[in-house]
T-cell receptor, first 111, second 116 residues
């Protein structure tokens, strides 16, 4: 069975400090990994996906297959980064967006 | 706003009543998903349509749940004989297939169900 684990329910970081949101997964195969974000009073939306190898709003995430991790990082936190973050995976062989989500981490940036 | 819309946003009902939620996806999207989110949890997959065909249903979707997408546009999710355990946020999402888009779901604001 596939599973996504986000060990931290809450994370508080000072503005300007580095941020790391942890995500570990269990999956027998090569999944596709994503980070979704939900800002206050907004909809859940895609932040980034590992296959794109992109940096969005200063965030990056590297897929480490050996450690089965996909941690989200940002070198300098900004107040607007405060939000709920969900790690998710899908089986690329499905050809659809049936995502398995983690339980989420609420990130609070302290001014 | 041309995003995914859901109706109603909030529904309070008594145990045993039936409820129906509606989802209007982004117009050019042919895939539509229903997820359920309970407090402290991430969204959990319920079911998925490609056009009007319901291609997959989760084991979470008991016999009391039924979803339809009759014309491949809007979708409804009906819960019969509601139970307190059905209280949750019901999220609808849509997507457009394509190698570059895989994994990107566009979510609605959700329909929050409270069963008393």
């Amino acid at each position: 069975a596939q599973r996504v684990t986000q060990p931290e329910k809450l994370l508080s970081v000072f503005k300007g400090a580095p941020v790391e949101l942890k995500c570990n997964y269990s999956y027998s195969g090569s999944p596709e990994l994503f980070w979704y974000v939900q800002y206050s009073r907004q909809r859940l939306q895609l932040l980034l996906r590992h296959i794109s190898r992109e940096s969005i709003k200063g965030f990056t995430a590297d897929l480490n297959k050996g450690e089965t991790s996909f941690h989200l990082k940002k070198p300098f936190a900004q107040e607007e980064d405060s939000a709920m973050y969900y790690c998710a995976l899908t089986n690329p062989n499905f050809g659809n967006e049936k995502l398995t989500f983690g339980t989420g981490t609420r990130l609070t940036i302290i001014p | 706003d041309t995003g995914v819309s859901q109706d109603p946003r909030h529904k309070i009902t008594k145990r045993g009543q039936n409820v129906t939620f509606r989802c209007d996806p982004i117009s050019e999207h042919n895939r539509l998903y229903w997820y359920r989110q309970t407090l402290g949890q991430g969204p959990e997959f319920l079911t998925y349509f490609q056009n009007e065909a319901q291609l997959e249903k989760s084991r979470l979707l008991s016999d009391r749940f039924s979803a339809e997408r009759p014309k491949g546009s809007f979708s409804t999710l009906e819960i019969q004989r509601t139970e307190q355990g059905d209280s949750a946020m019901y999220l609808c999402a849509s997507s457009s297939p394509g190698a570059l888009n895989t994994g990107e779901l566009f979510f609605g604001e959700g329909s929050r169900l409270t069963v008393l």
